[in-house]
């Protein structure tokens, strides 16, 4: 009986990834994600613009690690791999706990302790990983489960590992195959900087199979303090409450400079500040909710704008006339950190059980 038509990232882009009859293929039925069209951004930028949103977060398990992971364990699997293991300022730990038990494979996650977002650390305890908090953070974590990963039989997972980056470059496809062209601009936030690199390997390889036209330009944003590559060196304390990108020496460091200057694009940081405005922005004006590291890519959209970037930009790209679509991936769901949300809004009080003072608070006036 066929149950699904869709089947997840590796069956729909099997041909491009390093994948054969033999993988034993582990989904969740990962990808396939919503691009959404923004009408405020798009109003805001201009009336030229087109602003979509690659809602990842919609992901099984919330978030666009998803993508990297039915590939990584597949192949673990493949390999006959008991056990797998990574090093995770959250969504990892969430995405290699839930598709290792549903291979069963063994699970480690080493993650720094007390900062990482409540609903991620649901999922690897929920998942049954052995979760391992570390003193210290996650770049101490991720320089210890590669040792660990050379000296013991188990399979690293985090995005040093090149099937992550093949699963993930999918998004890039998928962009392409809705917009049925590349994007002109992409926007996305850097912690480890494996997604720019998985996106910018995606758009190279679809267009040399001249399934587009064109390169987008490739648009980073880190959180401004913890910004190894627009600061040019390692941060030792990495800080931000958007802790998904909390890493003071990104693995892909120099492949995301790469997307970077082959595009012609930039990465930059954004402040704590920025971030929890554009989050606001999104769950507010466009009713998406996504985790404040999300948020970065918008923040940085919003600042480029308003510095002009994209008339300066335009001059240079020759488009004019022409329809310019700016995508912003949105890595990570809402729900991954409830008390984040809860601390950047008002709240009213308990009040009593009573229509009237309801009403009041509420601005009801009866009809
Ligand atoms: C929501 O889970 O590094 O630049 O260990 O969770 O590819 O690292 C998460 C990263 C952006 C940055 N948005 O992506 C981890 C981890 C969210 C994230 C990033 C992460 P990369």
Redesign the pocket.
């Known amino acids: 009986m066929e149950l699904a038509r869709y089947k997840g990232v590796i069956k729909r882009y099997f041909e491009y990834l390093p994948v054969s009859e033999k993988t034993p293929i582990v989904t969740l039925l990962e990808g396939n994600t919503p691009l959404i069209f923004s009408p405020k951004l798009s109003e805001i930028l201009g009336k030229k613009f087109r602003v979509f949103l690659k809602y990842?977060?919609l992901n099984p398990t919330g978030?666009?690690?998803d993508r990297g992971m039915t590939v990584a364990v597949s192949k673990a699997k493949e390999d006959r791999q008991v056990a797998v293991i990574?090093?995770?300022?959250?969504?990892?730990?969430?995405?290699a706990s839930a598709y290792a038990q549903r291979a069963g494979l063994k699970s480690i996650v080493l993650i720094p302790a007390g900062a990482i977002a409540l609903g991620?650390l649901a999922q690897a305890l929920i998942h049954g990983a052995i979760v391992i908090p570390i003193k210290g953070n996650?770049d101490t974590a991720l320089k210890l489960v590669l040792e660990i990963s050379s000296r013991f039989p188990v399979r690293l997972v985090?995005?040093l590992n090149p099937h992550r980056i093949e699963g993930?470059k999918t998004a890039a496809f998928e962009i392409c195959d809705t917009l049925s062209c590349a994007p002109h601009f992409h926007f996305?936030?850097?912690?480890?900087?494996?997604?720019?690199?998985?996106y910018w390997r995606g758009y190279k390889e679809y267009y040399h199979l001249k399934k587009t036209t064109h390169l987008p330009v490739m648009c980073?944003f880190q959180a401004s303090g913890s910004a190894p590559i627009v600061k040019g060196h390692p941060i030792k304390n990495p800080k931000t409450l958007?802790t998904?990108?909390r890493?003071g020496n990104?693995?892909?460091w120099k492949k995301?400079e790469e997307a970077r200057d082959e595009s012609g694009g930039i990465i930059r940081a954004v402040s704590d500040k920025e971030i929890v405005s554009a989050y606001n922005f999104l769950a507010k004006q466009e009713g998406v909710f996504?985790?404040p590291?999300?948020a970065?890519s918008v923040a940085g959209l919003l600042k480029l704008n308003q510095e002009g970037y994209f008339k300066r930009k335009l001059r240079k790209m020759a488009l004019s006339g022409k329809e310019i679509n700016v995508v912003c991936t949105l890595?990570?769901h809402g729900l991954?950190d409830p008390e984040i949300a809860i601390k950047t809004v008002k709240k009213s009080k308990a009040v009593e059980a009573d229509i009237k003072k309801i009403a009041k608070i509420a601005a009801l006036k009866e009809a």
């Open positions: 990842e977060g978030s666009f690690k990574c090093a995770s300022t959250g969504n990892t730990s969430a995405s991620k996650f985090n995005s993930q996305l936030p850097v912690g480890n900087a494996g997604n720019i690199t998985a980073g958007a998904a990108i890493i990104p693995a892909s995301a996504v985790e590291a999300s970065a890595t990570g991954k």
